[in-house]
């Protein structure tokens, strides 16, 4: 006797069949998944951004918070209990106070962890009063001392009194929204010009590719730099902040305009480009509607790839300082304080934005990777 | 009469995926004879490629060669080429020196940054040891030979100055360089058009007469089988399922997928006014090789109980040709008797 | 010829588009280099009449429109070699970038082959034996390279550097040796001093070489003419060196294009924390307090190497790669 065909088909296991079936969305978040740093990376960026949004709820203090009391202050280690206080073992989140001492020659302050002092630490404790999102009026921060007047500073202060933590909270803000913002335009600029160049072809692609050729051969690094020092000295620092931000991008956008153009003329001889044609969609739908979302994974690849050129490029233009100045503050400005050795010596830790930079950076570059990766499981 | 030259003899080959091992090879029984043409033949996928790489040891991570061997009956001595150490004498001599091979894609096959003349001559100076000039001479001669017009001037041309028919040409020549006693020929007329294809397919059959020199073809062209083939050998996911000569394959095909692939091509007036017949389902993926005999679930005359539950045996038939099916089974059992 | 002849024209006009952007960073700031005189000379008590005014700015080019200030400016820069004055040093601009060109240029070069000869060692070691211990240090030291801002990597430097000696290697020179004549003492003080800019300054180049050229011989290494090479019996070092590693060199070769402004950077950077006498910290200096003629000029300058550099590096990837020279002739 003989089998129809379909019956003779064995069980495949359940994936199999899903995977067979799965769009191209699942396909790429199933690739993505297996690249575990790249799902670290991708939780600890997700973390950034929520301190991007929520910044002075996750800040112990106002960005203004200064403590004359305390310049230059090492880390407090965060304890749960103690053992050395008064009365024994005792359960309880808090941190040591300061004992300080001032040398007499050289004047210079330096500051003990005093077991005595116990500061006690809360969540969503009473602190400084901020407007979220500059609109809805609230005092508690996620964590910080149960009477705002005690030091808590578990990353340390600056050489003025700030806290570390604090300046770092509202550093990521800045530093990393320069990114995001800035890949945002050069993406939109690239996008367009891109899609337009790769799509039509012919004499409108040569006069872009020329274009992106030209702006692509005039070094990009001394020029920023000499854009950024023409800047007027006396402009406010919200402005400032848009202006760099555009020059980061208008240095950025043609990498990513050539990405988008190989894609596009890849594509355009595809056959559900050309029925779209003939189905009569209009040039603009199709580019958009039907090409862009086709290979949106590799452009959010490029894009996360970006970013962090940006990042590292604003934090180095600050650090210089002709990008943000004070009182802005970013990565690269709270940098600067460390560039004097004889600072840098006794507050090592003024250099944990910079750890917080590399971090950030690495986390990027492996969102990326991991995407390319998941994006286009044949080439690696 | 016949003698053999290469033996491939329960080979198995598998590439290490995300989704797990996948045996590309699994099991393979071939024998190669001297001066004959022996065309391996099946669908894309089903580990014929795989199965010349395996025989000079090419075949790259994450791929590897699992076990079985490949006797070379060549030299002075059979040896197993699979055995071989790395660095072994006889492994550097067989690539290139016995055995000459030539692949699907002539253009991406040559080094784009060296002339084909340059190439060419690296391949005679290490094979033969002749000095620059001798080279030179040689390899013009050479181009020449398989039928590169205008040898002279074309030996500093680079391959993309070269068309695809032109830089398969230039492959054989370098291949044939140390004059081999076997050139395996992986697919070397898919990437040409049809009047390429043929004049490749005569210069082959020119410089195997001339050189009295073995020929293992891999196709999925049944017209490239009648046309070259002195024997067939039949792959179906990783296995030979049926070895026959080309005229008891075209005359009388045992296996039901050869029969299938016999049906699928187009007869001139035969099929005229009739739709092809196609084989049914598509080849399963080789990490999920269904149970028992892996062609049962595309297979018209595959048994229930049987066909999906125990591995079909080897049959053996007079004169030599084996089918792997247990539709001969009472032959084989009549052989064995 | 013809490819010569396109990549001469490009550079020519790209050169241009550069003098028109340097031009409008050195206008972007109010005022020009007469209303900052006029001012300086006014702390000093000196007041100009509007005549010594307007005859100032007729010497400097500064009278006309926007476009006759350009053309002037940049006659005088292709007729003349003429740069302009800078305002900070009191000295013409050509003068103050002379002095430190050399070293600038000195340091650049060294720490390029430096870079270039570490990056391909280990680039390549890295692809030949991918997933080894080696090679997943080699990565992570290019990952971490590629993340940290070089000014990080020279504070910590200084950091340790101030910990450990309790002080800063700063300049190019010791004290004891800096004005001594050229011997083999001042050499290998020289070099003493050397390695601390060069790792500031070098650092990211090799981390992104690194990657580049492992990435480009992985590739390079699954084509298939490697193997056919191999299957026609050329041997395995003959093939690395003979085959994918020439494919893979092309980025090495365009690196000549880029890699002066990165160094730039770098030079800026370690120029400013260890007081080299370099180019760096003058720039950075001139643009902080925009003395614009003397910034522009600079970036003029380092675009024009920049570009001619780029312009090598496409002569020599087309003696290279045959595929870029004869392209067209198909």
């Not at chain 1, 990114?179 to 790769?198: E, P, T």
């Not at chain 2, 009295?212 to 296995?239: K, N, S």
């Amino acid at each position: 006797m003989t089998l129809k065909e379909t019956e003779g088909i064995p069980p495949e296991d359940d994936r199999k069949t899903e995977r067979a079936t799965a769009s191209q969305r699942q396909l790429v978040w199933w690739g993505f998944k297996k690249h575990r740093l790249a799902l670290f990376s991708a939780w600890l960026l997700i973390g950034m951004l929520v301190a991007v949004v929520f910044t002075e709820f996750l800040a112990p203090f106002d960005d203004r918070h200064r403590d004359s009391d305390y310049t230059a202050a090492p880390p407090q280690v965060l304890k749960l209990w103690d053992t050395d206080g008064g009365e024994g073992f005792q359960w309880g989140l808090h941190v040591d106070g300061y004992t300080s001492e001032q040398d007499p020659r050289s004047l210079r302050i330096t500051y003990e962890a005093d077991p005595e002092d116990r500061v006690e630490i809360g969540f969503f404790v009473k602190g400084e009063e901020y407007e979220l999102f500059g609109l809805i009026p609230w005092d508690r921060h996620l964590i910080g001392p149960e009477d705002p007047e005690d030091p808590m500073y578990l990353l340390g202060t600056t050489t003025d009194g700030k806290d570390l933590l604090t300046d770092l909270v509202y550093a990521t803000r800045v530093s990393a929204s320069v990114g995001i913002i800035g890949v945002a335009l050069a993406f939109l600029l690239g996008v367009v010009l891109g899609a337009v160049s790769g799509y039509f072809g012919g004499w409108i692609d040569n006069g872009i590719q020329r274009l992106i050729e030209l702006i692509m051969a005039v070094p990009s690094i001394p020029l920023w730099l000499g854009l950024a020092a023409a800047l007027p000295v006396d402009m406010g620092p919200v402005m400032r902040y848009f202006i760099i931000t555009t020059i980061l991008a208008l240095v950025a956008w043609t990498g990513l305009a050539r990405e988008v153009r190989g894609r596009f003329l890849a594509m355009r001889s595809e056959e559900f480009v050309t029925s779209a044609m003939l189905d009569g969609s209009s040039h603009r739908r199709i580019m958009f509607r039907h090409m862009l979302p086709s290979f949106s994974s590799h452009i959010i690849a490029a894009l996360s790839l970006s970013i962090p050129t940006m990042i590292l490029a604003e934090t180095a233009l600050s650090w210089l300082g002709l990008g943000l100045r004070p009182p802005a503050i970013s990565w690269g400005v709270q940098l600067q304080e460390a560039s004097k050795w004889s600072v840098l010596s006794g507050a090592p830790w003024l250099l944990i934005p910079g750890a917080v930079v590399v971090i950030v950076v690495l986390a990027f570059n492996f969102v990326g990777d991991g995407l390319r990766d998941a994006a286009d499981p044949y080439k690696h | 009469m016949s003698e053999p030259l290469l033996e491939i003899s329960g080979l198995h080959t598998s590439f290490d995926t995300y989704d797990g091992k996948v045996g590309a090879v699994d099991g393979v029984e071939l024998t190669v004879e001297a001066g004959k043409t022996l065309c391996v033949v099946g669908e894309s996928g089903c580990g014929k490629s795989v199965t010349a790489r395996s025989i000079l040891r090419l075949v790259e991570k994450p791929g590897s060669i699992d076990s079985g061997t490949v006797t070379w009956h060549g030299g002075e001595e059979p040896f197993d080429v699979l055995s071989l150490d790395d660095k072994d004498p006889r492994l550097q001599k067989l690539r290139g020196d016995d055995i000459g091979m030539i692949f699907q894609e002539p253009a991406a096959s040559l080094l784009p940054l060296r002339s084909i003349g340059a190439q060419l001559i690296e391949a005679l100076r290490i094979h033969t040891g002749m000095d620059k000039k001798a080279a030179r001479a040689r390899a013009v001669e050479l181009l020449g030979l398989v039928g590169i017009p205008d040898a002279e001037r074309r030996v500093d041309a680079y391959p993309f100055q070269l068309s695809g028919g032109m830089c398969q040409r230039a492959m054989i020549a370098i291949a044939l360089c140390a004059e081999p006693a076997l050139l395996i020929a992986d697919e070397p007329t898919t990437a040409l058009d049809v009047t390429t294809q043929a004049r490749i397919l005569d210069l082959i059959r020119d410089l195997q007469a001339r050189n009295h020199m073995a020929v293992m073809f891999i196709t999925h062209d049944l017209g490239v089988v009648a046309e070259m083939a002195d024997e067939v050998a039949v792959m179906y996911l990783g296995r030979v399922v049926e070895r026959a000569s080309v005229e008891e394959v075209f005359a009388d095909p045992k296996h039901p997928y050869t029969k299938a692939l016999l049906r699928s091509v187009p007869v001139l007036g035969r099929d005229r006014g009739r739709d092809l017949p196609t084989i049914p389902g598509t080849v399963p993926n080789p990490l999920h090789r269904p149970k028992g005999c892996s062609f049962h679930p595309r297979c018209t005359e595959a048994i229930a109980g049987r066909c999906d539950l125990d591995e079909p045996p080897e049959v053996v038939f007079d004169g030599g040709r084996t089918a792997q099916c247990v539709l001969y089974d009472d032959q084989s059992e009549g052989d064995r008797a | 010829m013809q490819f010569l002849g396109r990549r001469v024209f490009y550079m020519a006009a790209t050169l241009l588009a550069i003098s028109l952007v340097v031009f409008v960073i050195i206008s972007l700031p109010p005022g020009d280099f007469v209303t900052a005189l006029e001012a300086r000379y006014a702390v000093q008590g000196t007041r100009l009449t509007p005549d010594e005014v307007a005859q100032l700015r007729a010497r400097y080019g500064l009278d006309g429109n926007v476009f006759q200030q350009y053309w002037h400016w940049f006659s005088q820069i292709v007729l003349h070699g003429d740069l302009g004055m800078s305002f900070e040093h009191q000295k013409p601009v050509k003068e103050v970038i002379g002095a430190r060109l050399g070293a600038t240029l000195g340091i650049s070069l060294i720490t390029l082959v430096v870079t270039w000869v570490l990056a391909f060692a280990i680039g390549i070691y890295s692809a030949v034996k991918q997933r080894s211990i080696g090679d997943y240090a080699a990565t992570t030291v290019g990952f971490l390279g590629l993340a940290t801002p070089n000014f990080l990597i020279a504070l910590i430097f200084i950091y340790f550097s101030v910990s450990w000696f309790g002080s800063v290697p700063s300049g190019l020179c010791s004290p004891e040796w800096c004005d001594a004549s050229w011997n083999l003492g001042k050499l290998l003080d020289l070099l003493g001093h050397l390695w601390i800019p060069m790792i500031v300054i070098g650092t990211a180049g090799v981390a992104g070489l690194i990657r580049v050229i492992r990435n480009n011989l992985l590739d390079e290494l699954r084509r298939p003419y490697v193997t056919a090479a191999r299957a026609r019996g050329v041997p395995e070092g003959r093939l690395l060196r003979r085959y994918p590693l020439r494919v893979a060199l092309n980025p090495f070769v365009s690196t000549i294009g880029w890699v002066l402004p990165v160094l730039l950077v770098g030079d800026i950077v370690t120029g400013q924390i260890l007081g080299l006498p370099t180019l760096g910290p003058i720039l950075l200096g001139a643009l902080k307090s925009q003395d614009m003629y003397l910034a522009g000029s600079i970036i003029m300058v380092l675009s024009l190497v920049t570009v001619i550099g780029t312009l090598i590096s496409d002569f020599l990837l087309g003696w290279l790669d045959p595929r870029i020279r004869l392209g067209n002739q198909r």
